[in-house]
């Protein structure tokens, strides 16, 4: 019996260690995937690449924070950027962006601005991975 219970906790550290190795490299890579996709969704129709912002900003926040950010109010989203340690003005132009995406989703044609909202999307996520890199 006692060997079975040493054998029961191996086998759960073991489990727990690679739950956490794996969370660490999709973390580590996360900026990386979410560049490409940016890059992916400047070749699509402009309300496609509106909605495919927010869609990366939230992915990569999932995958750099390992916590799930879609359904999140604004205020929770604040909060939780916020205990990462990241500055509220950075955490701000996250949720801009995020509702921008989201308006850009529903407006007619030709009114978004998809060059410029993937621009910042792009920009706001280099920083976010500078500032989250370093804690």
């Known amino acids: 019996p006692l060997l079975f219970i040493a054998g029961s906790?191996?086998?759960?550290?073991?489990?727990?260690?690679?739950?956490?190795?794996?969370?660490?490299?999709?973390?580590?890579?996360?900026a990386?995937?979410?560049?490409?996709?940016?890059?992916?969704?400047?070749?699509?129709p402009e309300n496609a690449g509106n909605a495919a912002a927010g869609h990366i900003l939230n992915r990569y926040l999932?995958?750099?924070?390992?916590v799930t950010v879609t359904g999140q109010t604004q205020t929770d989203l604040a909060r939780m950027l916020?205990?990462?340690?990241?500055?509220?003005?950075?955490a701000e132009r996250v949720q801009t962006c995020l509702m921008l995406s989201e308006m850009g989703r529903y407006?007619?044609?030709?009114i978004g601005r998809q060059g410029s909202l993937l621009g910042e999307t792009e920009e706001v996520i280099e920083e976010l991975d500078k500032e989250?890199?370093?804690g």
């Open 9 to 30: 906790f191996g086998l759960s550290h073991y489990r727990q260690q690679r739950r956490d190795t794996a969370a660490v490299r999709r973390s580590d890579s996360a």
């Open 32 to 44: 990386k995937r979410a560049q490409q996709a940016l890059r992916e969704a400047r070749k699509q």
């Open 62 to 66: 999932e995958e750099k924070l390992n």
């Open 82 to 90: 916020s205990e990462k340690g990241i500055d509220s003005a950075l």
């Open 107 to 110: 407006a007619p044609a030709g």
């Open 132 to 134: 989250l890199s370093r």
